[in-house]
């Protein structure tokens, strides 16, 4: 990753100009054999790496410069990187005889001193105690020339180590010339050394970033960390090592990306003990299921994809601006998300967990072609409860909808379920409603309601007379659902006037008998089968 920018969307190539001296890279790590300015090697980035990022140029006004790096020797004033002016312009090559203009740069060994650097600016020096020669070193520089108008920090292996005002403005900075391993005097010394990684942001890393990247490594810097769950449920900022990059296992610092999948040794119920930021959430799990719960929540502006046949079940109160993509698998929870969320092909929505529950999605939702939309409900005590997806800002409604009647009373015709709470009517609508174990229903998008339809009359069998009872049977009634016989002397009384004779239950498969006393001196009597 030698010359690469990150925070931006571009990637910047370098040069090795030598005029005699040794460079070796190695796939991993570049070596300098450092020495004079006249004939030893560097690196040559492109022009307006810093300038570029000022406001004046319509940058974002913060810079952060990233190195992993062992100096060697003590050339004097061997410089990590340098970016800037000289008197001689734009130089192209090893040699030539100059001194800086402007510039900024940071001296792995001032003066030839290794036990002292120097951030460097045209203005002025500023000598730090340090002992980063010979040392395998993780150095960070950040300068804001925005919030913090010239404020310049560093940082070795996670740990500040100075904070310093400049007067020196980033458009000031003239930088035709950026530099990995040399000065813009050509007096000074190039660097000797290995460089492994060095990066350039367009923003300023927080404390907790480079102490994040310094755990990390170069390998795995800006990379993916994985859920590993070891240690404890908690996924918490800086505190404990649930996580692996690679073999090792590491602490979750905000904005490096995450990932949940099937590789993890402990735990897959994920307490979230505060707001955490990631770079980018992944969870892409067949074999187990993931609960993420507490009293945090997933923050910041990235989204979350979901893959795998697995289940992940948010029930926090998340507030990621990014949108949930949901290519695989179950998503759903009783959790709140401010993002958009979208179910793919052939995945599936399933708001609540276990029992009944509401998922709030405070932003639109899309339903693909070919998803599936689960959901319960019950009618138990002549209440309805379902699940729900409540917040919504607009709603795209295709695929299946598969409702679950979870309690024990049957669904009557009729009753309406509240599925969806959307501020505007929804768009298209699913393509099936299916109701389990029995039923059938219409769902309008308009509402987001659910309606069970009436079910078919019973069908009576022919009556039978048994000792002195008329026996009436039937099948095809609601399994397990109620129903009345009434009965009148005359056929074309109005229903309300036939009074009850009897009630009963629907068996499990949906059948029915009644015994009922004939009156020897009565010349008829009618009999009808109510079931709602």
């Known amino acids: 990753d030698t010359g690469s920018a990150h925070g931006t969307t571009n990637q910047v190539n370098g040069i090795i100009r030598n005029n005699g001296g040794t460079a070796t890279f190695t796939g991993s790590q570049l070596t300098l054999s450092g020495g004079s300015s006249a004939s030893a090697p560097y690196v040559d980035f492109t022009n307006a790496l810093i300038s570029v990022l000022s406001t004046n140029h319509g940058g974002s006004g913060q810079l952060t410069v990233e190195a992993w790096l062992t100096p060697q020797g003590a050339g004097t004033w061997a410089r990590v990187f340098e970016c800037g002016s000289t008197t001689a312009?734009?130089?192209?090559?090893?040699?030539?005889?100059?001194?800086?203009?402007?510039y900024v740069g940071l001296a792995a060994t001032p003066a030839g001193n290794q036990n002292q650097?120097?951030?460097?600016?045209?203005?002025?020096?500023?000598?730090?105690?340090s002992a980063v020669t010979g040392n395998s070193t993780h150095l960070a520089l950040t300068w804001d020339d925005v919030t913090n108008t010239g404020i310049v920090k560093l940082y070795e292996n996670g740990?500040?180590?100075?904070?310093?005002?400049?007067?020196?403005?980033?458009a000031s900075i003239n930088d035709v010339n950026n530099w990995l391993g040399r000065s813009s005097f050509s007096s000074d010394a190039n660097l000797q050394g290995g460089v492994t990684e060095f990066r350039i942001y367009n923003r300023i890393l927080s404390p907790a970033e480079v102490l994040n990247d310094y755990q990390l490594g170069p390998a795995f810097a800006g990379s993916v960390i994985k859920w590993n769950g070891q240690l404890s449920q908690n996924w918490d900022v800086n505190t404990t090592s649930n996580w692996r990059a690679g073999a090792a296992s590491v602490k979750y610092q905000n904005g490096v990306a995450v990932q949940f999948d099937d590789t993890l040794s402990g735990v897959t119920n994920v307490i979230i003990t505060t707001t955490v930021q990631p770079g980018a959430v992944t969870v892409s799990n067949s074999v187990y299921n993931y609960v993420f719960s507490g009293s945090g929540g997933i923050g910041g502006s990235a989204g979350l994809t979901k893959a795998g046949t697995g289940v992940l079940y948010l029930n926090e109160n998340n507030t990621y601006t990014g949108t949930s993509l949901i290519n695989s698998g179950v998503f759903g929870g009783t959790g709140n998300l401010a993002g958009p969320v979208s179910v793919a092909s052939g995945a599936e929505l399933a708001p609540g967990t276990a029992s009944i529950g509401t998922l709030t999605i405070n932003n639109r939702l899309t339903l693909g072609a070919n998803s599936t939309t689960f959901m319960k409900v019950s009618l138990d005590g002549g209440v309805t409860n379902n699940d729900q997806v409540a917040g919504l800002t607009g709603v795209s409604y295709a695929g299946t909808l598969l409702i679950t009647n979870i309690g024990a009373a049957p669904l009557a015709g009729g009753t309406q379920?509240?599925?969806?709470?959307?501020?505007?009517?929804?768009?298209?609508?699913?393509?099936?409603?299916?109701?389990?174990?029995?039923?059938?229903?219409?769902?309008?998008?308009?509402?987001?309601?659910?309606?069970?339809a009436?079910?078919?009359?019973?069908?009576?069998?022919?009556?039978v007379i048994s000792a002195g009872n008329l026996i009436l049977t039937g099948t095809g009634g609601t399994p397990l659902g109620t129903y009345t016989v009434l009965t009148a002397t005359n056929v074309a009384l109005p229903l309300v006037d036939w009074t009850t004779n009897a009630t009963g239950q629907f068996d499990?498969?949906?059948?029915f008998s009644n015994g009922i006393t004939i009156l020897q001196n009565e010349p008829g009597r009618f009999f009808l089968i109510k079931t709602r």
Request: hydrophobic share 40%.
């Open 508 to 511: 499990a498969g949906g059948s």
């Open 117 to 129: 650097s120097a951030v460097d600016f045209a203005s002025g020096n500023y000598f730090l105690a």
């Open 454 to 463: 009436p079910g078919l009359p019973p069908t009576l069998n022919p009556p």
């Open 159 to 170: 740990v500040q180590v100075a904070s310093l005002a400049t007067s020196t403005r980033m």
């Open 89 to 102: 312009g734009k130089v192209t090559g090893p040699g030539g005889s100059f001194t800086g203009v402007n």
């Open 417 to 452: 379920f509240q599925l969806f709470a959307a501020s505007s009517a929804g768009l298209g609508n699913f393509d099936a409603v299916n109701i389990l174990p029995t039923g059938s229903g219409t769902f309008d998008p308009n509402t987001g309601v659910l309606t069970i």
